[in-house]
C-alpha cells in the first residue's frame, strides 16, 4: 500500500519531504498540484481522502468530478 498527497506550496512539499524522510517511510509521496486539476492519471487510485480541503476550493463540483475520476 502507498499513500500520496497534494500539496501546492513549496515550504509545504519541503516540509513533508523532511518529516517523511525522518520518519522513514518509503511508500508516501507529495506532489504539486492543485485539487481542481490533479496531476495524477486517471485511476490511480482506490480512495480519495479530503480533510475538508475541497470546502476551500471555490470550483467545489470540478473537484468532486476529479475524485470521482480516479476511483471509479
Known amino acids: 500500500m502507498s499513500a500520496s498527497n497534494l500539496l501546492n506550496k513549496r515550504w509545504q ?33 482506490d480512495v480519495v481522502v479530503s480533510n475538508g480541503v475541497t470546502n476551500l476550493s471555490a470550483e467545489r463540483d470540478r473537484v468532486l468530478s476529479e475524485y470521482r475520476t480516479p476511483v471509479w
Open 13 to 45: 512539499l519541503e516540509k513533508a519531504h523532511r518529516f517523511r524522510d525522518e520518519a522513514g517511510f518509503e511508500n508516501v509521496a507529495f506532489e504539486k498540484g492543485y485539487i481542481e486539476k490533479r496531476p495524477f492519471e486517471d485511476e490511480s487510485f
